[in-house]
């Protein structure tokens, strides 16, 4: 299957021939025919499988008629969850539509709303933004009533990340002859439940099993004790030459550990996470990207639409404490069937962590140790040993305990488990 069998116009074909697109992928071919036939869509499909591509190619050429109208009324949003991924969505759709006169911004947070508005003015087709931006904008008086698409981009880390009540309050302030497409790496209940708000009578494309990663990344966990995780990571990143690698933490705190730890070192690295400025993320990502920064340490949230070309090394130096995060992140290498390695250094705090991971992607993850890191076997979960002594004193007291405390037997959580916030 070709683009050109897709139906794609002449424009758009030349746009991704000079990107190196030579055939479309699965989310690819299966989504361009349905966005061009009216159809809403209910899609789950993995980062680094072409989604951007697969809805921002059959909207812009549902637009290429309808561009500069007289009202300056915006055709298309693009929801998406973070500014990183805002602007990486609209990167690409400055890309596409090059040879096209279709106007394309951003409308997200941490940029001043008075200039967003003075470009609003001048008329714009498709506007992609975060939530909460976009509902300031409604705020202030912009006008949705000619929005004939409505794109719901990573629908599940939207929903995580607490803004259901905004995208469904934009859902209904939108014109009653719309087009929704909703697209979400995972299939949880609470996605499910969106849908079913948002859609109507949507086509469902499934392009990956149910939270499975990717099939061409190779997945591995090394063993190590947490005081030496940030040692092991040089030892790998040096011993084995890793060109560029993506390093994730699972707080901003330990990010900014890590990224002292490695300067230290002698690694060039970047850091990006909530408390770094916009200005500040974007410099970073282009250091990263240009091959300047070799280390790139980054939280969850912050690293969410990072689009990195053929990045072949993502290090977790702690789990995520949501397991779907796992999936997100691993997605960010062994993007459009090039080969990846996904390396996790596990603590034993992380022992259910993982397992947690392994049932939700519905494989094992090997775990090996590195020589000369080898888990020192004195160092036990400190909730472990406060477990086994519990059972210890009730054999012990057996006579005087009249009822097991179900509490000693409940899974502990991990001392580092702590809700991901907005603010990663
Ligand atoms: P996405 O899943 O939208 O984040 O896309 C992942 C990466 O794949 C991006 O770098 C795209 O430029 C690239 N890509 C998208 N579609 C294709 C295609 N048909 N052929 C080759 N690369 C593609």
């Given at each position: 299957m070709s683009f050109e069998k897709l139906g794609l116009?002449?424009?758009?074909?030349?746009?991704?021939?000079?990107?190196?697109?030579?055939?479309?992928?699965?989310?690819?071919?299966r989504a361009i025919p349905l966005v061009m036939a009216k159809s809403d869509i209910f899609a789950t499909a993995q980062t680094g499988t072409g989604k951007?591509?697969?809805?921002?190619?059959?909207?812009?050429?549902?637009?290429?008629?309808?561009?500069?109208?007289?009202?300056?009324?915006?055709?298309?949003?693009?929801?998406?969850?973070?500014?990183?991924?805002?602007?990486?969505?609209?990167?690409?759709?400055?890309?596409?539509?090059?040879?096209?006169?279709?106007?394309?911004?951003?409308?997200?947070?941490?940029?001043?709303?008075?200039?967003?508005?003075?470009?609003?003015?001048?008329?714009?087709?498709?506007?992609?933004?975060?939530?909460?931006?976009?509902?300031?904008?409604?705020?202030?008086?912009?006008?949705?009533?000619?929005?004939?698409?409505?794109?719901?981009?990573?629908?599940?880390?939207?929903?995580?990340?607490?803004?259901?009540?905004e995208i469904r309050k934009?859902?209904?302030?939108?014109?009653?002859?719309?087009?929704?497409?909703?697209?979400?790496?995972?299939?949880?209940?609470?996605?499910?439940?969106?849908?079913?708000?948002?859609?109507?009578?949507?086509?469902?494309?499934?392009?990956?099993?149910?939270?499975?990663?990717?099939?061409?990344?190779?997945?591995?966990?090394y063993m190590v004790d947490t005081a030496r995780k940030a040692e092991l990571l040089a030892y790998l990143i040096g011993s084995r030459n890793f060109p560029q690698v993506l390093v994730f933490t699972r707080t901003k705190v330990s990010a900014d550990e890590l990224f002292v730890e490695l300067q230290k070192d002698g690694l060039k690295c970047g850091i990006i996470h909530g408390d770094k400025t916009q200005a500040n993320r974007l410099k970073t990502l282009t250091q990263f990207k240009e091959g300047r920064v070799r280390v790139l340490v980054a939280t969850d949230i912050a690293s969410r639409g990072l689009d990195i070309e053929e990045l072949p090394f993502v290090i977790n130096y702690e789990l995520p404490s949501i397991p779907e995060d796992y999936v997100h992140r691993v997605g960010r290498t062994g993007r459009a069937g090039r080969n990846g390695e996904a390396i996790s250094l596990l603590d034993i705090y992380e022992k259910y962590d993982v397992r947690d991971i392994e049932r939700l992607i519905g494989q094992k993850i090997p775990q090996e140790v590195v020589e000369g890191f080898e888990p020192d076997p004195n160092i036990r979960r400190k909730d472990e040993d406060e477990l086994s002594l519990k059972s210890e004193h009730k054999k012990v007291d057996a006579p005087r305990v009249a009822k097991p405390s179900r509490k000693a037997f409940m899974k502990p959580v991990s001392r580092k488990k702590r809700k991901t916030t907005k603010r990663d």
């Amino acid at each position: 299957m070709s683009f050109e069998k897709l139906g794609l116009i002449k424009p758009l074909l030349s746009a991704i021939k000079e990107l190196g697109y030579e055939h479309p992928t699965a989310i690819q071919k299966r989504a361009i025919p349905l966005v061009m036939a009216k159809s809403d869509i209910f899609a789950t499909a993995q980062t680094g499988t072409g989604k951007t591509a697969a809805f921002a190619l059959p909207i812009l050429q549902k637009l290429r008629n309808t561009t500069a109208d007289e009202n300056r009324l915006i055709k298309a949003v693009i929801l998406s969850p973070t500014r990183e991924l805002s602007i990486q969505i609209e990167q690409d759709i400055q890309n596409y539509a090059k040879n096209m006169s279709v106007k394309s911004t951003v409308l997200v947070g941490g940029k001043d709303i008075l200039s967003q508005q003075r470009i609003l003015k001048k008329g714009i087709d498709i506007v992609i933004a975060t939530p909460g931006r976009f509902m300031e904008h409604i705020e202030n008086g912009l006008k949705l009533t000619g929005i004939s698409i409505f794109v719901v981009d990573e629908a599940d880390r939207m929903l995580d990340m607490g803004f259901s009540k905004e995208i469904r309050k934009i859902h209904l302030l939108l014109p009653k002859r719309h087009q929704t497409l909703l697209f979400s790496a995972t299939y949880s209940d609470k996605v499910r439940k969106l849908s079913k708000q948002i859609l109507a009578k949507p086509a469902f494309i499934e392009t990956a099993k149910k939270n499975t990663t990717v099939d061409t990344i190779n997945q591995v966990a090394y063993m190590v004790d947490t005081a030496r995780k940030a040692e092991l990571l040089a030892y790998l990143i040096g011993s084995r030459n890793f060109p560029q690698v993506l390093v994730f933490t699972r707080t901003k705190v330990s990010a900014d550990e890590l990224f002292v730890e490695l300067q230290k070192d002698g690694l060039k690295c970047g850091i990006i996470h909530g408390d770094k400025t916009q200005a500040n993320r974007l410099k970073t990502l282009t250091q990263f990207k240009e091959g300047r920064v070799r280390v790139l340490v980054a939280t969850d949230i912050a690293s969410r639409g990072l689009d990195i070309e053929e990045l072949p090394f993502v290090i977790n130096y702690e789990l995520p404490s949501i397991p779907e995060d796992y999936v997100h992140r691993v997605g960010r290498t062994g993007r459009a069937g090039r080969n990846g390695e996904a390396i996790s250094l596990l603590d034993i705090y992380e022992k259910y962590d993982v397992r947690d991971i392994e049932r939700l992607i519905g494989q094992k993850i090997p775990q090996e140790v590195v020589e000369g890191f080898e888990p020192d076997p004195n160092i036990r979960r400190k909730d472990e040993d406060e477990l086994s002594l519990k059972s210890e004193h009730k054999k012990v007291d057996a006579p005087r305990v009249a009822k097991p405390s179900r509490k000693a037997f409940m899974k502990p959580v991990s001392r580092k488990k702590r809700k991901t916030t907005k603010r990663d």
